[in-house]
């Protein structure tokens, strides 16, 4: 079965103001180069919680187990029900520990007990592996965050991690123990690492769920389960001692009376997320001047944990856990308890860990050197500051997550703020040119349009002018087609073209060949075809004759005609006067010809003449 990641960034809900960025102690957060959104590297990620917590949007959920817990009641089988003593920190609106165990029976559970018997006993273990010192100093086991982070950041110290289950485990197995094996375990409790570290144990110390005090209060909400309703329940023994302080980080120290005094002591019990970074940091380098054990909780304690309801005040919490642990101390049957502890001392508590090394390799120094002048920081290059605003203690580590792949350069505020600003430079520039551009655009759409108009003027004016002429003008197209033809033509063309006209006016798009004979409209195909001009040539039409000149006005596009009526009397005047005046040129070329030959003639007769005289007269002087 493949189990969803421990917990999930939901783009749609995720504002990118990388607050889990920020907070993620093992940057397991990596933000997407295209999209700039976070998303979660499970593999990476030790399930501590502190995105869950600081997400403000709630963008980011952690792995249900509220269907899982009602599937296994409504199966039928025996479920118990293990309870983490912090439950008395989180119901603080429950007037008697009591009343939640009855409101937890009422879901179903067959049996209702708690972690504290198992904090006892494991309390115990370490009470023994502690005193009987070999020379190796341990890392308790009880946080599954901190395991987590050994396993993965710190392998080498895989070693010193306390083999001991945690509590939650402890407890199965006693239930187990005494309950039967068959039956399930649901525990419940502040810690959401605890889901994943479920499904790593097997065998009788088996977790078939866990719910967070969260879940468990949304399904008393959703069964209308109200304390007022219900009477006193007590736990199913084996019943807990002092491990009901567990949830106060030094508690289950106390429970064993493990000494903490500063002198005498040899164990040093830390909580928090930066107390733990610290922690395991010095353990790895300085253990041999350190020499001491370590306790450590990811957590403000346990109480304070991400599967708590938000917005907890620590010290109430820590105020009613010392509160519950005393009321249950008043009520306890020490020879009770203890015959439980010799029951089930014998029970197998041991536990070993898998390094899970998830280091990144550190990138070459060209490489950060690079990413701090991509983002114009290379002035801190040496220095460790920053103004962490980008999730990173300083501008290098920035730097170096940005060239692991694992942040993004607009993560950074000032550079993201000075890239802004050119945006914004760019942008301005730009809209000036566009602003000119529109300008020239609109001036060259009116100079068009005002040609345009001119143009259709021009034309208005030239068919105007030709619908005057007396000789017939028609233009056609490649195909013939008529585009423009004057009264005049289609008077010469007779009444046939008239009718025609009528229909449709101008003969516009009236097709040539259907108004001439062939003869006459050959010329305008010819001409089409040539692109060569026919000038003035008679064409018999009907029983008259016309003039007609065609000439190409585009080529191989358009052609024009010109038709004159010879019969017509301005017509007929000026083609006799045309004609006449042709001939008189004629004539006049031909009278100068012979002129010129007469001339020549004359020069030659006189040249022979001048020279038989001067042959004379030098005959005469001899
Ligand atoms: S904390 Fe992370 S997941 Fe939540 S809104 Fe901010 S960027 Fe998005
Ligand atoms: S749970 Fe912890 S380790 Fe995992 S992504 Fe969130 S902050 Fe990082």
Redesign the pocket.
Request: proline residues 4%; hydrophobic residues 40%; contains cysteine.
């Given at each position: 079965m493949t189990v969803s990641p421990l917990l999930e960034?939901?783009q749609d809900?995720?504002?990118?103001?990388?607050?889990?960025?920020r907070?993620c102690p093992v940057k397991a957060?990596r933000v997407d180069v295209n999209t700039e959104?976070?998303s979660i590297i499970p593999e990476r990620c030790i399930g501590c919680g502190s995105?869950f917590m600081?997400?403000?949007?709630?963008?980011?959920t952690y792995r249900s187990s509220i269907n899982e817990v009602k599937e296994l009641i409504a199966s039928g089988e025996k479920v118990a029900a293990v309870c983490d003593p912090a439950i008395s920190g989180e119901f603080h609106d429950i007037t008697d520990y009591r009343k939640f165990v009855q409101m937890i029976r009422n879901l179903g559970f067959a049996y209702v007990t708690e972690v504290s018997f198992g904090v006892d006993l494991v309390a115990k273990e370490y009470k023994e592996l502690l005193e009987d010192f070999k020379g190796k100093y341990h890392i308790m086991a009880n946080c599954p965050a901190v395991v987590s982070f050994i396993e993965k950041y710190y392998p080498e110290l895989v070693s010193n991690i306390a083999p001991i289950v945690s509590p939650m485990v402890a407890t199965a197995k006693v239930v187990r123990q005494r309950y039967g094996q068959e039956i399930k375990v649901v525990a419940i409790g502040p810690c959401i690492a605890a889901k994943d570290e479920a499904l790593r144990i097997t065998g009788d110390g088996r977790i078939d769920a866990v719910l967070t005090f969260t879940e468990l209060r949304r399904l008393f909400n959703e069964f209308n389960i109200r304390e007022t309703q219900l009477e006193f329940s007590e736990f199913d023994p084996p019943l807990g001692n002092k491990g009901s302080l567990y949830p106060i980080s030094d508690g289950i120290l106390q429970a064993v009376d493990i000494s903490e005094n500063l002198l005498s002591g040899n164990i040093i019990t830390t909580e928090g997320r930066n107390n733990m970074l610290c922690a395991v940091k010095e353990f790895d380098s300085r253990i041999d001047l350190i020499r001491r054990h370590f306790n450590i909780f990811y957590d403000d304690g346990c109480l304070m944990g991400p599967g708590t309801s938000q917005g907890g005040e620590k010290f109430l919490r820590h105020t009613l856990v010392t509160d519950y642990a005393n009321k249950r101390l008043n009520t306890l049957d020490p020879e009770a308890w203890k015959r439980d502890i010799d029951e089930f001392k014998g029970l197998d508590f041991s536990r070993d860990y898998v390094p899970d090394d998830q280091r990144l390799p550190l990138p070459s120094e060209e490489k950060i050197e690079e990413v701090l002048e991509m983002i114009h920081r290379q002035d801190q290059r040496d220095n460790d500051i920053g103004c962490e605003s980008c999730g990173y203690p300083n501008c290098r580590e920035f730097a170096i997550a940005i060239a692991q792949g694992l942040a993004t350069t607009d993560m950074c505020h000032i550079f993201s703020g000075r890239n802004r600003q050119e945006y914004i430079k760019t942008l301005r520039t730009t809209n000036e040119k566009l602003a000119k551009t529109q300008e020239a655009l609109r001036i060259s759409e009116e100079k068009a349009k005002q040609e345009k108009d001119s143009q259709l003027e021009i034309s208005a004016l030239v068919s105007a002018m030709l619908q005057q002429l007396v000789s017939g003008v028609v233009i056609v197209d490649e195909n013939l087609r008529i585009l423009h033809a004057n009264k005049a033509f289609i008077r010469i063309l007779g009444e046939e073209a008239a009718m025609v006209d009528e229909v449709i006016p101008g003969l516009e798009g009236a097709d040539l060949k259907s108004l001439l004979p062939i003869h006459f409209y050959k010329i305008f195909s010819f001409v089409l075809s040539s692109d060569e001009s026919v000038e003035r040539k008679d064409v018999q039409y009907g029983n008259g004759v016309l003039n007609v000149s065609v000439f190409s006005l585009r080529s191989k596009k358009f052609v024009g005609g010109i038709i004159r009526d010879m019969y017509m009397p301005e017509v007929y005047k000026e083609q006799i006067i045309t004609r006449m005046k042709e001939v008189i040129d004629q004539n006049f070329d031909m009278v100068q010809k012979i002129a010129f030959l007469l001339g020549e003639g004359a020069a030659k007769t006189e040249q022979m003449l001048n020279a038989i005289i001067e042959s004379h007269q030098s005959q005469n002087k001899k």
């Amino acid at each position: 079965m493949t189990v969803s990641p421990l917990l999930e960034i939901h783009q749609d809900a995720c504002i990118k103001c990388y607050s889990c960025v920020r907070i993620c102690p093992v940057k397991a957060i990596r933000v997407d180069v295209n999209t700039e959104y976070p998303s979660i590297i499970p593999e990476r990620c030790i399930g501590c919680g502190s995105c869950f917590m600081a997400c403000s949007p709630a963008a980011i959920t952690y792995r249900s187990s509220i269907n899982e817990v009602k599937e296994l009641i409504a199966s039928g089988e025996k479920v118990a029900a293990v309870c983490d003593p912090a439950i008395s920190g989180e119901f603080h609106d429950i007037t008697d520990y009591r009343k939640f165990v009855q409101m937890i029976r009422n879901l179903g559970f067959a049996y209702v007990t708690e972690v504290s018997f198992g904090v006892d006993l494991v309390a115990k273990e370490y009470k023994e592996l502690l005193e009987d010192f070999k020379g190796k100093y341990h890392i308790m086991a009880n946080c599954p965050a901190v395991v987590s982070f050994i396993e993965k950041y710190y392998p080498e110290l895989v070693s010193n991690i306390a083999p001991i289950v945690s509590p939650m485990v402890a407890t199965a197995k006693v239930v187990r123990q005494r309950y039967g094996q068959e039956i399930k375990v649901v525990a419940i409790g502040p810690c959401i690492a605890a889901k994943d570290e479920a499904l790593r144990i097997t065998g009788d110390g088996r977790i078939d769920a866990v719910l967070t005090f969260t879940e468990l209060r949304r399904l008393f909400n959703e069964f209308n389960i109200r304390e007022t309703q219900l009477e006193f329940s007590e736990f199913d023994p084996p019943l807990g001692n002092k491990g009901s302080l567990y949830p106060i980080s030094d508690g289950i120290l106390q429970a064993v009376d493990i000494s903490e005094n500063l002198l005498s002591g040899n164990i040093i019990t830390t909580e928090g997320r930066n107390n733990m970074l610290c922690a395991v940091k010095e353990f790895d380098s300085r253990i041999d001047l350190i020499r001491r054990h370590f306790n450590i909780f990811y957590d403000d304690g346990c109480l304070m944990g991400p599967g708590t309801s938000q917005g907890g005040e620590k010290f109430l919490r820590h105020t009613l856990v010392t509160d519950y642990a005393n009321k249950r101390l008043n009520t306890l049957d020490p020879e009770a308890w203890k015959r439980d502890i010799d029951e089930f001392k014998g029970l197998d508590f041991s536990r070993d860990y898998v390094p899970d090394d998830q280091r990144l390799p550190l990138p070459s120094e060209e490489k950060i050197e690079e990413v701090l002048e991509m983002i114009h920081r290379q002035d801190q290059r040496d220095n460790d500051i920053g103004c962490e605003s980008c999730g990173y203690p300083n501008c290098r580590e920035f730097a170096i997550a940005i060239a692991q792949g694992l942040a993004t350069t607009d993560m950074c505020h000032i550079f993201s703020g000075r890239n802004r600003q050119e945006y914004i430079k760019t942008l301005r520039t730009t809209n000036e040119k566009l602003a000119k551009t529109q300008e020239a655009l609109r001036i060259s759409e009116e100079k068009a349009k005002q040609e345009k108009d001119s143009q259709l003027e021009i034309s208005a004016l030239v068919s105007a002018m030709l619908q005057q002429l007396v000789s017939g003008v028609v233009i056609v197209d490649e195909n013939l087609r008529i585009l423009h033809a004057n009264k005049a033509f289609i008077r010469i063309l007779g009444e046939e073209a008239a009718m025609v006209d009528e229909v449709i006016p101008g003969l516009e798009g009236a097709d040539l060949k259907s108004l001439l004979p062939i003869h006459f409209y050959k010329i305008f195909s010819f001409v089409l075809s040539s692109d060569e001009s026919v000038e003035r040539k008679d064409v018999q039409y009907g029983n008259g004759v016309l003039n007609v000149s065609v000439f190409s006005l585009r080529s191989k596009k358009f052609v024009g005609g010109i038709i004159r009526d010879m019969y017509m009397p301005e017509v007929y005047k000026e083609q006799i006067i045309t004609r006449m005046k042709e001939v008189i040129d004629q004539n006049f070329d031909m009278v100068q010809k012979i002129a010129f030959l007469l001339g020549e003639g004359a020069a030659k007769t006189e040249q022979m003449l001048n020279a038989i005289i001067e042959s004379h007269q030098s005959q005469n002087k001899k």
